[in-house]
C-alpha cells in the first residue's frame, strides 16, 4: 500500500474508537453497503472527481473509513477494471462520543439503502456498472462488467444508521483538507482486465511447461 494511493484515491480512517476484542454483546447490527455506478453528475457539477492514479497497482490494497462523503472517481489507473473488492475490517464499533453513544455493535454487509439488494444503488438516473455483487462474509466482490480506464464512476457507503459525517450520528468532518470519511474501517482493492500481452504470455509460459513435461515423460 503506498501513501499516495490511500492519500489520492480514498482518505484515511477518521478518528473514532473502534473495538474488536471486547466481550460485551452487541445490542444492534450496523450495516454497511457500497455501491458502483455510472457517474453522478449533480456532484460532478460541485467537484472534480477524485483520482485513482497510476501508482495504484492491481491486487493492491488501500485503507480508509466509509462512510465516506459521495465521490466520483476517475479510474487513472491506465487498465480497464474488471472486478472491485471490499472487505469489511470495522467488525465492531464503539464511539460513547456519538448521538446515540455506540458500545461494541455489530458491523456487516447489508441492505442499507433499503432496495432489497446488496450491492446496487437505487438512485435515481444512475446504472449500475457490475451485473454481480457477490457477499461472503465480510468481504463483497463487484463482477460481470468493466469500469473503462480513464472514465468516471461513482462510488458511495451507506450505512444504517447513518454514521456519514455530519449525519446526526457523527460529527461533521473539519473542512478540507482534513479527512473526510467515516468511522467504519475498510480495504479494497481492484482486478484489471488482462492485457493481450499479458495473456500471450501465460499462454506461451503454459505451452512451455506442457513441452518440456512431454519431454520428460518422453525420456
Do not use: C, H
Not at 450491492?119 to 438516473?125: H, K, L, Q, T, V
Not at 481492484?190 to 520428460?216: C, H, M, S
Amino acid at each position: 500500500m503506498t501513501t499516495i494511493a490511500t492519500k489520492i484515491a480514498l482518505s484515511a480512517l477518521g478518528a473514532a474508537g473502534i473495538s474488536f476484542l471486547s466481550l460485551t454483546p452487541a445490542r444492534a447490527v450496523i450495516l454497511v453497503e457500497p455501491i458502483v455506478t455510472t457517474v453522478n453528475e449533480d456532484i460532478l457539477q460541485t467537484r472534480n472527481p477524485r483520482n485513482l492514479g497510476p501508482d495504484l497497482q492491481p491486487g493492491e490494497v488501500i485503507r480508509y473509513g466509509v462512510p465516506d462523503r459521495a465521490n466520483n472517481l476517475l479510474n487513472a489507473t491506465g487498465r480497464d477494471i474488471a472486478s472491485l473488492v471490499f472487505e469489511l475490517e470495522t467488525l465492531s464499533y464503539s464511539n460513547p462520543d456519538s448521538t446515540p453513544p455506540f458500545a461494541n455493535e455489530l458491523v456487516q454487509w447489508g441492505d442499507a439503502d433499503g432496495d432489497g439488494k446488496i450491492g446496487f444503488s437505487n438512485i435515481p438516473g444512475l446504472e449500475d456498472i457490475f451485473a454481480n455483487a457477490t457477499v461472503k462474509n465480510n468481504i463483497i466482490t463487484y463482477s460481470g462488467g468493466i469500469i473503462p480506464k480513464e472514465t468516471v464512476f461513482f462510488n458511495r457507503f451507506y450505512s444504517q444508521p447513518n454514521l456519514s459525517p455530519g449525519g446526526g450520528i457523527i460529527p461533521a468532518a473539519p473542512p478540507p483538507p482534513a479527512d473526510q470519511d467515516g468511522p467504519i474501517r475498510v480495504s479494497s482493492y481492484y482486478n484489471a482486465v488482462p492485457e493481450p500481452t499479458d495473456i500471450l504470455g501465460t499462454l506461451a509460459f503454459g505451452i512451455l511447461g506442457v513441452a518440456f513435461k512431454l519431454k520428460r515423460k518422453l525420456n
